[in-house]
């Protein structure tokens, strides 16, 4: 079953807040960094949608 990037995004942020201990603020970052980084190369490679991750 693939998953889509954001909702591979929202189990990262699930693992650093439950599974690391990270702060709500610290998660909250990395998410955010990390989603700009996804719509970069979104753009970079000309797509709208978010592709599946294996």
């Known amino acids: 079953m ?3 990037l954001e909702q591979a995004v929202g189990e ?3 693992y ?3 599974g690391r201990g990270f702060s ?3 998660v909250k970052a990395y ?3 990390l989603r ?3 719509a970069l190369v979104l753009v970079r490679r ?3 949608t978010s592709p599946s991750v294996e």
């Open 2 to 4: 693939s998953k889509t």
């Open 12 to 14: 990262f942020e699930r």
């Open 16 to 18: 650093l807040g439950a």
């Open 24 to 26: 709500p603020n610290t």
């Open 31 to 33: 998410a955010s960094d």
């Open 36 to 38: 700009d980084l996804c």
């Open 46 to 48: 000309g797509s709208e």
